[in-house]
């Protein structure tokens, strides 16, 4: 029963969603980390390749002059203006560029004279004058240096960039990698969404054919279905097909017996009735045939009632039309005589009320109510008839003062065979739901309450 209760609340779209979701997910992120990563070294390749190229470019440009080469020549100083620009996202001028303020060179002699430098990393040589990358810091700020030594000018050339440099256009890359799946996977997660609304419309479909059936509805499904779903449907089908093909012959087996035991049934009741004329005035032989006859009465009330219901589950359309409904109780009081006249009654029914009914199997239906009322109740206990009109239709209510019922009693009350005492062999089990088969054919409701204090309230609603 548990694992029941687990698998109703199991949600296959639901499951599906958050598969691919993951999946999805799972696969963005993979895909940004190896991106993030691969970019960060293709970008530190890059401005190492532009450091080593800057250098060459410099030694291409650089020319001996006389002055460098005296003891007090002085360097010549490349003066780097700040633009005030930290970042790729903000305009810098054209003669004031973002990162000019981040880059920097140093051209020294053999002898380790300065000859160039630029004044944004001071006059200090800013690594030691082996050939090469490495890192520095400088005023607080990690810069990549190269080192290159010009053979043929016999002067070393270095060339610095900042870190930050670097880091931002890592960071720029990891911030896309991450904004994308932000901006892709709740869209995709609308697009899955709507697809898989789409997708199982049949299964909801195939839902509201099988939830607006009556329970007497056992035609085959002929509803279009995608492909998949065929194998539901033919397996349904045989379902119902199965279904009423075991009603049938429950219904035959049912009405077929009824018929073979009316006979007999009448030949015993005419041979009961003969042996009480001619046995002797005794207690005893007539105890004996008491039993009979209350055997006998009980089998022809089992038979009547299988017989009736073999007739309602064969009603292919009511004869409905206007009835008054005061005249249909009395005329049912009347078919109850003499068993009425033990109970007091209480008949608040207006009699100008009219309802839109079968007459024949509404009174089978208010006969069966008030002659349950009557068997459950205590003699002379008062059993009420009251009516209503109201704005959908009409209600009617019958009240005994009886011994009621259980919630779960009342649960099983309409079920075909079910009595609330079988020991007390009172009934057949039928009649509630001969009841309420007849009042579902009028679309109307059939509904049983517990009574204050004590006692049973079977309410028929019949809509107009």
Excluded at 82 to 94: G, I, L, N, T, W
Aim: charged share 20%; aromatic share 8%.
């Amino acid at each position: 029963m548990n694992r029941l209760k687990v698998l109703d609340v199991y949600s296959l779209r639901l499951l599906l969603t958050l598969l691919m979701l993951s999946g999805i997910s799972v696969s963005v992120g993979i895909s940004s980390w190896f991106s993030t990563r691969d970019a960060k070294h293709q970008i530190e390749e890059l401005f190492d390749a532009q450091m080593l190229q800057t250098a060459k470019m410099l030694e291409l440009f650089y020319h001996e002059e006389a002055d460098f080469k005296l003891p007090q020549s002085q360097p010549q100083v490349l003066h780097v203006p700040d633009s005030q620009v930290s970042s790729f996202a903000e305009k810098a001028d054209a003669l004031k560029l973002a990162y000019e303020h981040k880059l920097a060179f140093q051209i020294w002699s053999e002898a380790g004279q300065a000859l160039v430098f630029s004044d944004n990393i001071g006059r200090e040589p800013i690594t030691k004058f082996v050939q090469g990358y490495s890192k520095k810091v400088f005023e607080g700020e990690l810069w990549h240096v190269f080192s290159f030594f010009s053979v043929k000018y016999k002067v070393w050339i270095i060339t610095a960039q900042q870190d930050e440099v670097r880091q931002e256009l890592v960071s720029q890359i990891m911030h896309n990698a991450v904004i994308v799946p932000l901006i892709v996977v709740p869209l995709t997660l609308f697009i899955v969404s709507l697809l898989f609304y789409i997708l199982f419309r049949p299964l909801k479909t195939l839902e509201r054919e099988l939830m607006a059936r009556s329970p007497n509805d056992l035609t085959p499904l002929a509803m279009s279905l995608p492909k998949e779903l065929v194998p539901v449907r033919r397996a349904l089908n045989q379902y119902i097909s199965s279904i009423a093909h075991f009603i049938a012959r429950e219904r035959r087996f049912s009405a077929d017996a009824a018929h073979e035991l009316k006979t007999p049934l009448s030949v015993i009741k005419l041979h009961q009735q003969g042996l009480e004329g001619l046995v002797a005035d005794e207690p005893a032989q007539h105890i004996h045939l008491a039993a009979i006859d209350a055997g006998v009465k009980h089998m022809s009330h089992t038979v009547e009632q299988l017989l009736l219901l073999a007739r309602v589950d064969s009603i292919a359309e009511l004869n409905v039309q206007s009835h008054t409904l005061l005249s249909m109780v009395e005329d049912t009081l009347n078919q109850l005589m003499p068993l009425i006249t033990e109970y007091e009654w209480n008949i608040d029914v207006d009699a100008g009320l009219s309802i839109m009914c079968d007459r024949f199997y509404m009174l089978v239906v208010l006969k069966n109510i008030i002659e349950n009322a009557c068997k459950y109740s205590p003699v002379e206990s008062e059993i009420s008839i009251s009516a209503a009109q109201t704005t959908t239709g009409v209600e009617i209510k019958i009240a005994d003062r009886g011994q009621g019922m259980t919630s779960e009693q009342i649960a099983n009350a309409t079920e075909r065979f079910y009595r609330v005492n079988e020991n007390e062999g009172i009934g057949a089990g039928l009649g509630l739901s001969i009841c309420q088969h007849i009042i579902g054919l009028h679309q109307g409701q059939l509904t049983i309450t517990p009574r204050e204090e004590t006692g049973l309230v079977v309410s028929l609603f019949l809509p107009r």
